[in-house]
């Protein structure tokens, strides 16, 4: 899959990235942030980065 967009809160998109994850059996997922000014791209990497990290993803 070339492509997949997930919006909304923290828990919305955790939600969608883990569903996505079981959906296409990933070990890991590699995550573009589009937030269009360098502290728009900090905040949503603060926002996510508690939820990421080694056995996160729902198995």
Partial sequence: MLECTFTGTREQVVDGLDGF????????????????????????????????GPGRLSR
């Fill in 21 to 52: 994850a079981q959906q296409v059996q990933a070990d890991e997922l590699i995550v573009v942030n589009m937030a269009g000014t360098e502290d728009q791209k900090r905040h949503t990497l603060e926002l996510l980065a508690p939820e990421a």
